[in-house]
T-cell receptor
Framework: GQQLNQSPQSMFIQEGEDVSMNCTSS?????WLWYKQDPGEGPVLLIA?????ELTSNGRLTAQFGITRKDSFLNISASIPSDVGIYFC??????????FGQGTRLTINP | GAVVSQHPSRVICKSGTSVKIECRSL??????MFWYRQFPKQSLMLMAT?????????EQGVEKDKFLINHASLTLSTLTVTSAHPEDSSFYIC???????????FGSGTRLTVV
């Protein structure tokens, strides 16, 4: 089935720095979703992308749907402590299922 | 809108017993719900797709007799881990969607520990 390769697997940054992570696939996706998961919680949808080339923002978060439809990027500007968590990209597999990337674990040093 | 409630959030059970986890869509009807399993520091792995009024569809390698899924109404799906063993200890998460591809809403997860 389709697989999503997410990188980096982990990031250790200073508070206030910008963050960038990406997700790639060997096959085309028509939708890209970005989720954040806090410890002991379920994932929460951050941004949904539906069109190639689309650039969408949600506060300090910006995500882009790659032109080739095989990749997507998530950027976080001016990181703050509450940004700590695991970020997952996801895309539809078939009619109903979602496939997830391996996740990017973000750690912020105050 | 699109709130999914999962209960319990944590459960500890003895080996050999069964545990039931509930997933409810609070403000919408979900004809389809999904059950995931997540091991520490790993991604979410889909276990099964729960369809209201019909049998669940299990992913390859998931034992249907061990992980019983019931989706008897448009707002409730349950996952029962039968004859639990320590290796079943994991974080179980459900999700549901009202509109396809508009982003699934996830429950808050259930931490199962089998002792």
């Amino acid at each position: 089935g389709q697989q999503l390769n997410q990188s980096p697997q982990s990031m250790f940054i200073q508070e206030g720095e910008d963050v960038s992570m990406n997700c790639t696939s060997s096959s085309i996706f028509n939708t890209w979703l970005w989720y954040k998961q806090d410890p002991g919680e379920g994932p929460v949808l951050l941004i949904a992308l539906y069109k190639a080339g689309e650039l969408t923002s949600n506060g300090r978060l910006t995500a882009q749907f790659g032109i080739t439809r095989k990749d997507s990027f998530l950027n976080i500007s001016a990181s703050i402590p509450s940004d700590v968590g695991i970020y997952f990209c996801a895309g539809p597999q078939g009619a109903q299922k979602l496939v997830f990337g391996q996740g990017t674990r973000l750690t912020i040093n105050p | 809108g699109a709130v999914v409630s999962q209960h319990p959030s944590r459960v500890i059970c003895k080996s050999g017993t069964s545990v039931k986890i509930e997933c409810r869509s609070l403000d919408f009807q979900a004809t389809t719900m999904f059950w995931y399993r997540q091991f520490p520091k790993q991604s979410l792995m889909l276990m099964a797709t729960s369809n209201e009024g019909s049998k669940a569809t299990y992913e390859q390698g998931v034992e249907k007799d061990k992980f019983l899924i019931n989706h008897a109404s448009l707002t409730l799906s349950t996952l029962t881990v039968t004859s639990a063993h320590p290796e079943d200890s994991s974080f179980y998460i459900c999700s549901a969607s009202r509109r396809l591809l508009r982003g699934y809403t996830f429950g808050s997860g259930t931490r199962l520990t089998v002792v």
